[in-house]
């Protein structure tokens, strides 16, 4: 079982990984989009800006949103 201190260690490292990837488009399951690319890190989450589609066209108002998903997500959506 996980102890507060190693979760709080392993949450560290990841956001150090995700530096490598600000401004870089990852497919993204909650963009408005299905495609977007991370704009900034925070303490406990990561803001993303949804992009347009590489596959299909949507409207102008859902590119450009910006939405917040936990480290681990994006560190999932970039790494794994």
Not at 11 to 36: H, Y
């Amino acid at each position: 079982m996980f102890n507060k201190q190693k979760i709080i260690r392993m949450m560290c490292n990841k956001a150090k990984e995700l530096k490598s990837v600000i401004g870089k488009r990852v497919s993204e399951n909650l963009s408005p989009t299905g495609s977007a690319k991370l704009i900034k890190i925070c303490k406990d989450y990561v803001v993303f800006e949804s992009l347009q589609s590489e596959y299909t066209q949507h409207p102008v108002e859902l590119v450009g949103v910006k939405y917040k998903r936990p480290i681990a997500y994006a560190w999932n959506a970039y790494f794994f």
